[in-house]
């Protein structure tokens, strides 16, 4: 049977446009601090941004990295965003914080000291964290090496503080590419050659090597640390179901990309951050951080969302239901969970999207950065679930702007929704 469509397809962009993706934001400043694949680009917001006046106060419900409140002040706008990952919360933070010319020494001097003594036999060192089969993360040397590393922090840094701060991300920078991660693909997959991610064998001298690399993520951080906002932005700590628990006041704009119904878990590739700062302690806490998360989907997660049902006051379309309908009957073996999946996901954004419309200002805008998805070749239009949501939770008027092919399925698009209230 072929998949139930809704009127009014979208006009579709010809060209993938790489400076819309995340790789667009490597080398701008602090946006290039960590790579985080499905992180959007900083020329969407700055984009969105620039065709606004005056001063605004900005809103993300789905922070993330932090792009858009660093984007929002840095063009001298207030921004308020937040996020479920408490990992994310202290990235994002530690992004869009003013740093002075006192710390930045601090912290230069902090690095020579720890640089220094990192990979010595004299270094204090932390035990591995447990993240599962380690060693597939890293070599036995690079592996002693960043125990050493982390120690090394922890005895000479402060215990809290910017100084600490901008050291772990420096550290975050060097355990990913020190490690046997490859980035070939839209998540994360793994080499098997024991090289790190610069493609280097690691041999005898490895520890000079390393401290080299260490130095080289300080030096990066220090760059864009060096360049501060003009305005002040925050992360809080919050559930983007009900946005309006977690933050005060009314909005200009809202610039946020939420998780796809795609099943790439964020917290896949946000685990070896985590484990190493101690924000997880095995893979249960995992999965239980991405059940809570919208569109989560890792380890008990998957399981849970088999058990899904179709909550009385949710707002579903009724060809989105049609749509579940197919994905159910499409394969024996998974369909059922695939379709509660994308049930899920929907159900949950309508909560979201409820609780955060009375929050944006009369004359104010709305921007979903979102792609389509596809399973079992049903294509289920996402713009269109998230206008039409949007509407009925008391959006005016509701606009789709296609704007890249994305590097997978010919038929995927991202999409920029926009709402006005």
């Known amino acids: 049977m072929p998949a139930a469509q809704p009127a009014e397809s979208a006009a579709k962009p010809k060209h993938r446009r ?103 036999r004299s270094a204090p060192r932390v035990p591995e964290p447990p993240l599962h089969n380690i060693q597939r993360w890293w070599p036995p040397r690079a592996l002693d ?52 991610a610069q493609g280097t064998l690691f041999g005898p001298e490895d520890a000079t090597f390393f401290r080299m690399q260490f130095r080289s993520d300080i030096d990066f951080v220090l760059c864009g640390a060096g360049q501060n906002p003009r305005q002040r932005a925050s992360i809080v700590f919050g559930d983007a179901r009900a946005v309006d628990k977690h933050v005060d006041g009314v909005f200009d704009l809202l610039i946020t990309s939420p998780p796809y119904p795609n099943r790439m878990s964020y917290i896949r590739e946000l685990r070896p951050y985590m484990y190493w700062l101690g924000y997880l302690h095995d893979a249960r806490e995992a999965g239980e951080l991405d059940w809570k998360a919208i569109g989560g989907t890792w380890g008990v997660a998957t399981s849970r969302v088999a058990s899904w049902s179709k909550q009385a006051a949710s707002f579903l379309p009724e060809y989105l239901t049609t749509l579940l309908d197919q994905i159910r009957s499409s394969d024996a073996k998974s369909g059922a969970v695939l379709a509660s999946y994308v049930g899920k996901y929907f159900e949950d954004m309508w909560s979201h999207l409820q609780s955060v ?60 929704v926009v709402a006005r209230v």
């Open 18 to 120: 790489a400076e819309l993706t995340f790789k667009h934001n490597a080398a701008h400043g602090r946006h290039g601090w960590l790579r985080l694949t499905p992180a959007y680009s900083v020329k969407v917001v700055d984009d969105i941004l620039a065709r606004r006046d005056g001063d605004l106060r900005v809103l993300d419900p789905f922070s993330g990295t932090g792009t858009t409140p660093l984007c929002a002040a840095m063009r001298g706008h207030a921004a308020l965003a937040v996020d479920l990952n408490p990992f994310l919360v202290w990235f994002g933070n530690a992004k869009v914080a003013t740093y002075d010319a006192t710390t930045l020494r601090e912290v230069e001097e902090c690095a020579r000291e720890v640089s220094r003594l990192a990979g010595t």
């Open 145 to 196: 090496f960043l125990c050493s590393l982390m120690g090394t922090i922890g005895s000479r840094a402060p215990t809290e503080g910017a100084v600490r701060d901008l050291l772990l991300v420096a550290f975050c920078r060097t355990l990913i590419r020190l490690s046997n991660a490859a980035f070939n693909h839209q998540s994360m997959s793994f080499r098997d050659d024991n090289k790190g």
């Open 357 to 416: 419309v009375r929050l944006v200002r009369t004359g104010g805008e709305l921007h979903y950065v979102v792609g389509n998805s596809k399973f079992y070749d049903i294509v289920v239009p996402v713009e269109r679930v998230y206008r039409d949501m949007l509407l009925r939770a008391g959006a005016t008027k509701v606009e789709i702007e296609p704007l890249r092919k994305r590097n997978s399925k010919k038929e995927l698009v991202e999409f920029d």
